[in-house]
């Protein structure tokens, strides 16, 4: 198995910009989250899908930011306009039973 | 909520000595509890990790006993060596398909 496969590894764009982040989980995981990693905060969950579904999207900064996932093996995260504070690594982990795997993130910079 | 407590870093040691970073966390029920290790530019990857008290998780020499008592997961290696130099998260679940919640991290600095 691949993993789960995150894509871009990094991304520069400028303020005020469409951005997406794309995640494939492992086939036959069930939950799949995202995190975002800052050196202020740490790792902070975003969301998190179950079947497919959004269970928890009480960690998403603010309205810029929306994700789906439309099927078991694609999800994705937009943040629409970007910000400079907006800049962080983003991880994307899927999970069954517990057992969690991590992407090896997007590193988002704003300027 | 849950949370995770973990000793603030960098913790610099030199190779062979013996290594123990503080992890105690706050949870209803029975959460697993969980190390991940983080190399430079890479993403998270278990380390080891315990679902029940008592439990014991090993991995690489690494160790870490789930204490309830102390709510505590302290990770212990007897002889460190310069390359686990990398930054180590403590993790919870509570057990649900909820996710993880992580510590702060401790970035671990091995010099030879």
């Known amino acids: 198995d691949a993993g789960v496969i995150q894509s871009p590894r990094h991304e520069v764009t400028e303020m005020g910009q469409e951005v997406t982040l794309r995640c494939k989980p492992i086939?036959?995981?069930?939950?799949l989250f995202w995190y975002r990693q800052t050196m202020m905060r740490g790792l902070e969950l975003l969301i998190y899908?179950?079947?497919?579904?959004?269970?928890?999207d009480s960690g998403m900064p603010e309205d810029r930011f929306s994700a789906k996932m439309p099927n078991a093996s694609f999800s994705t995260l937009k943040i629409q306009p970007s910000e400079p504070r907006d800049s962080a690594v983003y991880f994307c982990?899927?999970?069954?039973?517990?057992?969690?795997?991590f992407g090896s993130g997007t590193r988002l910079t704003v300027v | 909520g849950d949370s995770v407590t973990q000793m603030e870093g960098p913790v610099t040691l030199s190779e062979e000595a013996f290594l123990t970073i503080n992890c105690t966390y706050t949870?209803?029920?029975?959460?697993?509890l969980f190390w991940y290790v983080q190399y430079p530019g890479e993403g998270l990857q278990l380390l080891l990790k315990?679902?029940?008290?008592?439990d014991k998780g090993s991995n690489k020499g690494f160790e870490a006993t789930y204490r309830k008592e102390t709510t505590s997961f302290h990770l212990e290696k007897g002889s460190v060596q310069v390359s686990d130099s990398a930054v180590y998260f403590c993790?919870?679940?509570?057990?649900?398909?909820?996710?993880?919640?992580f510590g702060k991290g401790t970035h671990l600095i091995i010099q030879p």
């Open positions: 315990a679902t029940k008290a008592d």
């Open positions: 982990a899927s999970s069954l039973w517990g057992g969690y795997t």
């Open positions: 899908f179950n079947n497919n579904v959004p269970i928890d």
């Open positions: 949870a209803t029920g029975y959460p697993s």
């Open positions: 993790a919870l679940s509570g057990g649900g398909a909820d996710g993880l919640t």
């Open positions: 086939s036959g995981h069930n939950s």
